[in-house]
């Protein structure tokens, strides 16, 4: 359901239809990252929680507050992170462990965004950047499989691509 989606999106793409391109010119842009931060108390690690610093820098993308899916997801399947899901599917999830907190989008939300991309008749999807993927099944899930995600939707012809709910894909 479109209007389940988050409201911010769909008013960031009422703006700019209203300056005149036409919807199949407006592309969504889709991260393969994750933003970290440094939580300032480790028991208060919900949305909105206070985090005045970066989070720690990953092994390979060295950049505090920023860390590849790769890293992410590998850093979960390792143990000790707690990942929570929206139960109402309009975000991304959220992973913490201690003091760090990352915030990114996992296959299941790179799938629904990519059906709200097909759904309105958008002109597509774009990520940053495709290294950032798990490119090497790191994390158990195949090679690229964000990647994978949004090509399963958005990559066939409109009458081949048949819809799944969040359920099938996680």
């Known amino acids: 359901d479109l209007h389940s989606f988050p409201t911010r999106r769909s008013s960031d793409l009422d703006f700019w239809e209203k300056q005149g391109p036409p919807r199949q010119k407006l592309v969504v842009g889709m991260p393969l990252y994750g933003q970290a931060f440094t939580l300032n108390d480790k028991e208060n690690h919900g949305l909105n ?3 005045k610093a970066k989070g720690a820098a990953g092994q390979f993308t060295r ?5 590849a899916y790769y890293e992410i997801c590998h850093s979960i399947k390792q143990g000790g992170w707690t ?3 929206d139960p109402e599917n309009r975000i991304g999830p959220y992973a913490y462990k201690g003091r760090q ?3 990114y989008d996992d296959v299941a939300m790179i799938r629904r965004k990519s059906e ?3 759904q309105l008749g ?17 994390c158990g899930e195949g090679a690229h499989p964000l990647m994978h995600a ?4 958005l990559g066939p012809a409109k009458v081949l691509y048949a819809k ?5 894909v996680v």
């Open 83 to 85: 990942v929570v899901q």
């Open 116 to 118: 709200y991309v097909r």
């Open 63 to 67: 950049a505090a507050g920023f860390l």
């Open 49 to 51: 929680a206070l985090a």
């Open 122 to 138: 958008l002109g597509g999807g774009m990520v940053w950047a495709l290294d950032l993927d798990d490119f090497q099944n790191r």
């Open 150 to 153: 949004m090509t399963a939707v």
């Open 101 to 103: 907190w990352v915030g």
């Open 164 to 168: 799944t709910d969040r359920k099938s």
